[in-house]
């Protein structure tokens, strides 16, 4: 197993948000978590990332644990998390922000930065732009692009399809295919519950901090209650 989530129970300032959550994703593999606003969905990336307090339970990423602090040496390991809102570098290029991405991968092989802008050829043509002056949608290509380039063994993903017009939301959620054919593992938030059920291989469904339901995402977009929840009945 790539990520073992056990029983974690994580938040902010003492307040506890999720209430143990047990997820994993095997190498390969696309695990969708949908659910509402403020069920808990970016809190559970943000903890397995070690950006937010574990406060029982465990991460384990490579049968190795991660804790609360060192999202540094995490990323070294090969798990990235490309945050809603992107964290670009603003102020640098494409080409820089890319090669930004590939600090501390050396150790590892992965894409080269020919296959992603393969993967992302809007990133070919504007290799000199400044990431700040691009659009939404660009943004969240060179966001993943430049993730891709750390050589991530799990890509972790919040809302990558947030703004994106659908033809965009396709080309991102074609690379992770692509992505996926590579062995890495995805974890991907999404409030488009159709659409990235339509991806996954098998997904989580949270409410309120806890995984209410989960399994294969063909069944479980088959399933009345996720439909009723989450797919417009
Ligand atoms: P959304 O789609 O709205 O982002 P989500 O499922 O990703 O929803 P989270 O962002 O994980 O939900 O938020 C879960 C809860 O944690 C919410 O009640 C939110 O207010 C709270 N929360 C999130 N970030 C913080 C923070 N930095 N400090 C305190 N509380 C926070």
């Known amino acids: 197993m790539l990520l073992e989530v056990d029983e974690v129970r994580s938040g902010y300032h003492g307040l506890e948000i999720l209430h143990g959550v047990s997820l994993s994703v095997e190498p390969g593999e ?133 703004g994106l017009s659908p033809k965009l939301t396709w080309d991102v959620f074609h690379a992770v295919n692509a992505i996926r054919e590579r062995g890495v593992g995805v974890l991907i938030v999404e409030q488009n519950a159709r659409q990235v059920l339509d991806l996954a291989d098998r997904a989580y469904v949270l409410e309120s901090g806890l995984v209410a339901l989960s399994g294969d995402s063909a069944e479980l977009a088959n399933d009345p209650r996720v439909q009723a929840a989450y797919l417009g009945g």
């Not at 969905?41 to 991660?66: M, R, Y």
């Open 30 to 162: 696309v695990v969708a978590i949908v659910g509402a606003n403020g069920a808990g969905k970016s809190t559970t990336l943000k903890t397995i990332a070690g950006e937010v307090k574990q406060f029982a339970g465990s991460v384990k990423f490579d049968g190795k644990p991660i804790s609360f602090g060192g999202s540094h040496q995490v990323a070294r390991r090969g798990l990235m998390l490309v945050p809603e809102g992107r964290a670009l570098f603003g102020s640098l290029t494409v080409e820089d922000n890319l090669k930004m991405g590939a600090w501390g991968a050396r150790d590892r092989s992965g894409f080269s930065e020919q296959e992603i802008l393969e993967l992302f050829p809007i990133l070919e043509e504007r290799r000199d732009q400044l990431a700040d002056t691009m659009s939404g949608g660009q943004q969240q290509m060179l966001a993943i692009a430049r993730a891709l380039m750390g050589a991530p063994r799990l890509l972790m993903l919040d809302e990558p399809s947030t």
